[in-house]
């Protein structure tokens, strides 16, 4: 917010100078022509900026910043091109009924200039409103989000190896952003002498080459620095908090951190949870025992989305494929595991094979 209110008070202190300066470049309206006074001028400027401010401020969705910042830009590039304007023409409007002519319609050109180059200038800002954070790091204009906040990506979401997954499904809204000190800490990872480290290092360092070649997401390298302590969780959050920004990670204390200081936070961990098919006792599921249970006449199987599935009395049937029926839910720290019993179907066709034999 500091480099924020900076470019706030640049501005208004941009408005005092204009407004004081306006009285001397003043064009003559009418005969007698009008005197102003330069203090009660850049009074005037100073309100008006203090209330198109208070609009900003109060009504962010607006994005008054656009027009404050594009506008004042353009009407100064107005103001030069005019006197430019001049300067070529000063040949040709030296004679007396040229010269009257000019001064006739010097107005309306100044009026159509700076209503061209506002248009240009406010257009321009609005289109390239979220690279502002590149020119003048910490500020960024308001933008209008399709589908929520940007997505600030912690260096745990991109190495956990599931997000360009699922970011092919369409879940993911928004712009990820991906500080320049993350980028840092997966270097460091990748030339890790630390067999383990190495690989997830350069794992999360392929995904991101992934995303950036996506079609279906919008990938933002940050440039901004970020004042304080060298800890990536700590900057992480106060980077989300200064942008607006959501954080995705798979980090449950990073996760714990941000939630304190109220923002946002997306965990790929929650949300593979989240989409697991929900299963409800008395429900059947058609699944292969693949190994022995901890307990005595148990067997083990998993569901596609990797669940565990433990069927009692069911050891003797390793390696086949049965129908089971659920008898209850136990949710761990670890993940969801599943309880059941083989349905009267399994327990029937375990009946004629004993009968054949």
């Known amino acids: 917010m500091v480099g924020t209110w900076a470019l706030r008070v640049f501005f208004l202190l941009v408005s005092a100078g204009v407004g004081y300066a306006i009285p001397e470049f003043a064009p003559r309206l009418q005969e007698p022509p009008i005197n102003l006074d330069p203090v009660f001028s850049m009074a005037a400027c100073l309100l008006l900026y203090l209330l198109v401010l208070s609009a900003e401020v109060f009504a962010g969705t607006l994005n008054i910043s656009v027009f404050v910042f594009g506008g004042m830009i353009g009407i100064i590039v107005a103001h030069f091109a005019y006197y430019l304007i001049v300067l070529v023409m000063e040949p040709v409007i030296a004679g007396e009924y040229a010269a009257e002519v000019w001064e006739d319609y010097r107005i309306t050109i100044k009026m159509i200039l700076s209503l061209m180059f506002a248009y240009l200038f406010v257009m321009l800002v609005y289109k390239n409103r979220d690279r502002f954070n590149f020119i003048i790091p910490y500020v960024e204009f308001r933008r209008e989000q399709r589908g929520g906040a940007a997505l600030l990506v912690d260096t745990s979401a991109i190495i956990d190896g599931r997000l360009a997954e699922i970011s092919k499904t369409g879940l993911i809204e928004g712009t990820l952003v991906v500080p320049r000190f993350v980028l840092r800490e997966m270097h460091q990872l990748a030339d890790s002498a630390d067999k383990l480290k ?35 969780d700590s900057k992480l959050v106060r980077l989300a908090e200064t942008l607006g920004a959501r ?13 304190v200081q109220g923002i946002p936070v997306v965990n790929i961990n929650e949300v593979a949870r989240a989409v697991k098919p929900a299963v409800l006792p008395g429900e059947t599921l058609t699944l292969e025992l693949i190994r022995p249970g901890e307990s005595p006449d148990q067997a083990v199987g998993y569901m596609d989305d990797g669940t565990m599935v433990v069927v009692e009395d069911a050891r003797d049937r390793i390696g086949e494929e049965l129908p089971v029926v659920v008898i209850r839910l136990l949710q761990t720290t670890a993940g969801r595991i599943i309880f059941a019993r083989l349905s009267e179907d399994a327990e029937g066709v375990a009946r004629r094979k004993r009968g054949s034999q």
Not at 247 to 259: E, S
């Open 198 to 232: 190495r690989a997830r290092g350069r794992r999360g360092i392929d995904i991101l080459n992934q995303l950036r070649k996506s079609r279906d997401i919008t990938v933002q390298i940050d440039e901004g620095r970020v004042p304080g302590p060298d800890d990536a």
């Open 247 to 259: 954080i995705l990670t798979t980090d449950i204390n990073l996760n714990k951190i941000a939630n």
